[in-house]
């Protein structure tokens, strides 16, 4: 038990460690819900589950959710059935970790939540505005995080759409085909689902996947959409961290940045000298990598990692 919550603790202070993070917090909420699932059916007070679902999950009807309005927040990373977080997590994984090598952790994080809260805002306007969807209001609301899944996997798609998935019977196909795939079959789910939280969860996929193609669109433009969210976590962060060791952080930093540039000065004035790279300056590129993307570096950080690559 002790090492289960080692493992636990170890992928939330491990560092640009997002994806797993956001895993690890599908898990805990979906484990947390069914146990009070069952407590509430033994004891014969189903309305203790319901009241906990009515908390979490987003209503369809705008009247509930405006007295509610977190649930735009903690409706992606619930769910209660097993089927559902599996397939969740396992796309969540193999198309993250494409995002989080190609464009690095922060881009990740902003891709799940935005995909989350557009496709939350989806379904609340057309279950809101649209007469065939109004008449189908679900009872407790919609969970899951198929929305923000489906803006990481579009959002790969968009990026790399030529890279290819080894997938079992098969073989290896490139990413944007699966994209296309999965959102072609939400589109069908629409209208022919025979169940209503079936239909508006599918609203909520396409409007996760309609973010995940324009957040990486206006990325490759110039335009960063996840500094906001950024900010957002910067803000909670430094909450529950001391504004003291914050300090200490910073000047670390800077004064291992500073020592590092003097150093490479003193090699010949940049990265690219002919000495072997220091296992501080890899370990510098290594982090750049997990929070930025590999397309993050300079010419002499990629020059560095190659020349290190060659050591024997």
């Known amino acids: 038990m002790s090492a289960l919550l080692d493992d636990f603790k170890n992928v939330w202070t491990k560092p640009n460690n997002a994806l797993m993070q956001i895993i690890v917090l599908n898990i805990i909420v979906f484990t947390v819900i069914n146990i009070i699932y069952v407590i509430s059916v033994i004891a014969g007070e189903d309305w203790l589950f319901v009241l906990i679902a009515k908390g979490i999950f987003i209503p369809a009807a705008i009247g509930e959710y405006v007295w509610r309005p977190w649930t735009l927040i903690t409706y ?167 504004s003291s060791s914050n300090r200490n952080r910073s000047k670390a930093y800077s004064k291992a940045s500073t020592s590092k540039g003097s150093s490479a000065k003193a090699k010949g004035g940049s990265f690219t000298s002919s000495a072997t790279p220091s296992q501080d300056e890899i370990d510098m590129i290594l982090d750049k990598i997990s929070a930025h993307g590999y397309e993050s570096l300079t010419t002499e950080e990629k020059q560095i990692l190659f020349k290190a690559s060659q050591k024997k």
Not at 120 to 149: E, R, S
Not at 195 to 219: H, W
Request: hydrophobic share 50%; net charge positive; glycine share 10%.
């Open 76 to 242: 992606f990373f619930t769910h209660q059935n097993p089927l559902h977080i599996l397939f969740n997590m396992l796309i969540l994984y193999w198309f993250g970790m494409i995002v989080r090598d190609y464009l690095g952790n922060s881009k990740l994080i902003a891709l799940y939540a935005w995909g989350g809260i557009v496709g939350g805002v989806l379904y609340l306007i057309c279950f809101n505005t649209i007469p065939y969807f109004m008449k189908l209001t679900p009872q407790i609301g919609i969970k899951g995080a198929d929305a923000a899944v489906y803006a990481i996997v579009v959002g790969a798609a968009t990026y790399r759409p030529h890279l290819q998935i080894h997938m079992l019977f098969f073989g290896a196909i490139k990413i944007v085909y699966i994209a296309a795939v999965v959102v072609i079959l939400s589109f069908i789910g629409v209208a022919s689902y025979s169940s209503d939280a079936g239909m508006a969860t599918n609203l909520a996929e396409l409007g996760g996947a309609l973010l995940g193609y324009i957040f990486v669109r206006q990325y490759e433009k110039g335009r960063d959409w996840s500094i906001p969210i950024e900010k957002v976590l910067n803000s909670i962060r430094n909450i529950f961290r001391p």
